[in-house]
DNA sequence: CCGTATCCAATAAGATACTG
DNA sequence: CAGTATCTTATTGGATACGG
């Protein structure tokens, strides 16, 4: 009974902490976890909602869920909050420095796209798409031009790109053609955009088994 | 016995992945796993050894480690080699792409450290503090200077610092008096030498539980 | 609909002993 | 030294049931 209760005790409060000072050893500690990162991920654009995040992270169950929300916020990565009236919603939001880990980690979704073991045509969340227009554009085609990346309705749109996240991207990185998806509006301007993004090259694959 | 070599070959091929075609969640599927980072760390400035590897990665399990480098080398990020004799051991090394997230997840080190849950006085390896050196260095103050960082025998050197990572990482991150380790050579181009470095700034502490 | 809690089966991690 | 083998424990995921 006493050795359970501080079984119980213990479990909720270290978990499997690396016992190193190493920063990188820490943040594995605060974000290491399955699914944590990618949790994150879907914060980096605004608040979202339980459901949503359970839809987009393909394969999460509700209980994982519920305890990496529960832990990010322990450790000052995620907030609680409601949206206004009449929404009245309960909603997950990181804080600022959750947010601050966001490109970090961005950048770690642009080191792995050189992997030839990389499938591109497996689902993708919308807010990976997102992120990829960040992370993948070439800085060099988009000299002179400012690219803002935000959550919204659309409003007053030049171009717009509807589809599944897959299909968006497979028009955007993947050149597949236009007809895949739906594109409205300035093509030209559709095709100029779609420019300024280039995938990393591909590492030649792994030398023994894949 | 036809359903157990199933499910024996299915445990070395998917494992447990992320069905996601986003990068952060390929990244994860590579150097997601526990320990998988800090080895990555640990082999970033030249091959190492099993031995030494399991020392330095406190904590770590023989079959663990053992299990990290071969996931490792079939996704292409270690490679396996000989040291020329008479030493001739085999040694763990990473390749240019292994290589190329080493920076990526040092930055998520320097992230981490503004963490208020951070702990400065555990144990860290000596690959830490010299990783430490090239994340926390301050571009304004190190203006006008070039500072490369490598693993050698030292020779020649107009300062040295001899003790502990933990120790070293005292004085040259935290404040500590030189006494504490053993400075050689030149105080007062160590004294600037220090100055170089400046962790990041705390994030207040959460709000909720620690 | 929004979560939370609980139970169960499958895996991954940890501890330890052991072998060439 | 460089790992394997084996056993135990912890975490994860899936299903489902339950309260607001």
Redesign the pocket.
């Known amino acids: 009974m006493q050795l359970e209760n501080v079984?119980s005790i213990?479990?909720g409060e270290e978990?499997?902490r690396?016992e190193d000072a190493c920063g990188l050893a820490h943040a594995l500690d605060l974000i290491g976890?399955?699914?944590?990162m990618l949790v994150l991920r879907e914060l980096a654009y605004g608040p979202r909602?339980?459901?949503?995040?359970?839809r987009d992270l393909t394969?999460?169950?509700?209980?994982?869920?519920?305890?990496?929300?529960?832990e990010l916020e322990a450790r000052g990565l995620v907030r609680?909050s409601r949206l206004p009236p009449p929404a009245s919603?309960?909603?997950?939001e990181a804080t600022q420095w959750g947010l601050e880990a966001v490109p970090v980690i961005a950048r770690l979704g642009r080191w792995a796209a050189r992997s030839p073991l990389h499938d591109p045509t497996l689902p993708m969340s919308h807010v990976s798409i997102i992120m990829s227009l960040q992370t993948l554009i070439s800085p060099e085609r988009a000299a002179g031009v400012t690219v803002r990346v935000e959550r919204n309705e659309p409003r007053d749109c030049a171009v717009t790109f509807t589809g599944s996240p897959t299909a968006v991207a497979g028009v955007i990185h993947g050149g597949a053609p236009f007809e895949t998806i739906q594109v409205d509006g300035d093509l030209d301007l559709a095709r100029r955009f779609i420019d300024l993004f280039v995938l990393p090259e591909k590492v030649e694959a792994a030398p023994a088994l894949a």
């Open positions: 079984t213990r479990r978990k499997r690396y976890e399955r699914w944590a909602r339980f459901s949503g995040l359970k394969g999460i169950s509700a209980n994982v869920l519920t305890q990496r929300l529960n609680r919603v309960q909603v997950y």
